[in-house]
Structure formats: structure tokens, C-alpha cells
């Protein structure tokens, strides 16, 4: 481990602790047994539990740019081109939340662009909203997934602390989570897109909508009444937020 992974991991609290299993901790001298794991390649990597407050939770936007840019938290860190940390205004009334960068977002470091993100954009017009102006956009995971494959537990795991930091600071108004694991993660539930669209759900006193994503509905051409259903609720649901 170089010098400065070790250095990012212990600034977010997820330094490992090398262990050869069966021996003693490191603060009891497992210090010179960690070396000669970590040389022999011995898969005996225990984690050590990250504190209740994580360093995340903390940071305003300037550090939490930074560290979603200079994550190296888990192997996405390696094969991507750049993060995507977000866009819009720090403190818009609608956020929207996705699930991943795609090829695009991964070479141009934002969420939503090429032909999903002008769907999108066409979405949010339709219901007077300019995502530049009203909406901030971020992903669960801030790296791409090589291929475009879906987010692995442990991807999400490492993200999403980033996220909720992000939820804290622009203390949206309304949710609306896009896709099948942005539903899943924000709701910690494994119910399909189906069964949770057309209500309003709750992330932390936040009301939140779900919907399809951009890219589903590309290659799903019926589903786009389903999805402007969605956001007509969605926008029943901030006019009556407003109102309240």
C-alpha cells in the first residue's frame, strides 16, 4: 500500500489493520507478522469498523469535493477516468439522485449528460424546471462501474457516505431517486421500481419520489408515460411542500 492510499484511508477513517489470523493485534506486536502478510500476499485483511462519526459527516463543500475526487476507497478509484462529485446549486429545493457515472460522466466528471442527460433535461423542462437553475444532481457511486455493470455492496458501501454528506448540505426540498439502486440504497430496501413508485417515501424527514432512470427509459420507450406520471406527482408533491 503506497504512502498516499494509506494516507486517504485514514483520512476516512478506513484504515485497515493487518492481522495473520491467530495472532496477536497489532498493538500487541502484530506489527512485523502485518509486514510479512502484506508481502506474502495472505488474504488476512480485517477491517477495522470506521468510527461512529465519520470524517464525511463533517466536511463542508470544498473538502468533500476533494475527497470524492481523490477517493481511492476501493477499486473503481483505479479504473475510472475522474469522479463525479455533482452539479447544480448547493442548496436547490430538488435533488435528484442516480445511480452511477456512466462512459460519458466518466470522462467529463458530470452527472446525467450525453443522451440520458438530455432526456433528463427534457423531463425536468416539461415541469419547469432548468437542472442548472433548480436542481442538484449527484450519483450513489461517484466512480464508473467498469462496463456500466451495476454497483457492487461494497461500492455503495463506501459511497454513500458522501452522499448523505451531500443530502446534509443541500437540504433539499424533495428527493427523487432515478433507478432501481438509488431507490434501493436511499430506502435500504430491495423492493422493486414498481412497487415503490407513486407514493411518497420518507429518507430522514425528507419526502422522497421514485422513478425510472434516463438510461432505462432509452431502452424502454413505453415506460416514459410511466416516468412523466412520476414526475407530475413529483411536482403535485413540492407545490403542496410549498404551500404547507
Not at 93 to 108: F, H, L, N, Q, Y
Not at 181 to 203: C, E, M, P, V
Amino acid at each position: 500500500m503506497t504512502p498516499r492510499r494509506l494516507a486517504l484511508l485514514e483520512e476516512m477513517g478506513l484504515t485497515p489493520v493487518w492481522r495473520l489470523r491467530g495472532t496477536a493485534t497489532p498493538d500487541e506486536g502484530g506489527a512485523a507478522e502485518s509486514a510479512v502478510a502484506e508481502a506474502a500476499g495472505i488474504e488476512t485483511v480485517e477491517r477495522v469498523a470506521p468510527p461512529s462519526a465519520h470524517p464525511v459527516a463533517e466536511m463542508q463543500w470544498d473538502a468533500l469535493r476533494a475527497a470524492i475526487t481523490g477517493c481511492q476507497a476501493c477499486a473503481l478509484g483505479r479504473s475510472r477516468k475522474q469522479a463525479v462529485p455533482g452539479v447544480g446549486p448547493s442548496e436547490a429545493d430538488w435533488m435528484i439522485v442516480g445511480e452511477a457515472p456512466g462512459a460519458e460522466e466518466d470522462a467529463r466528471g458530470e452527472p446525467f449528460v450525453g443522451q440520458a442527460g438530455l432526456l433528463l433535461d427534457q423531463m425536468l423542462a416539461a415541469i419547469d424546471l432548468n437542472r442548472r437553475e433548480h436542481v442538484y444532481i449527484a450519483n450513489v457511486l461517484k466512480c464508473r462501474p467498469p462496463g456500466n455493470r451495476n454497483p457492487a455492496p461494497e461500492e455503495i458501501e463506501q459511497c454513500l457516505p458522501y452522499l448523505k454528506r451531500q443530502i446534509e448540505l443541500v437540504r433539499p426540498r424533495l428527493l427523487i431517486a432515478m433507478g432501481r439502486f438509488a431507490a434501493q440504497t436511499l430506502l435500504n430496501t430491495d423492493a422493486s421500481i414498481a412497487s415503490l413508485r407513486g407514493k411518497r417515501h420518507d429518507y430522514h424527514g425528507v419526502p422522497l419520489i421514485v422513478t425510472y432512470h434516463p438510461a432505462y427509459l432509452l431502452r424502454n420507450l413505453p415506460d416514459k408515460a410511466k416516468a412523466w406520471e412520476d414526475l407530475c406527482f413529483a411536482r403535485a408533491t413540492m407545490q403542496a411542500l410549498q404551500s404547507a
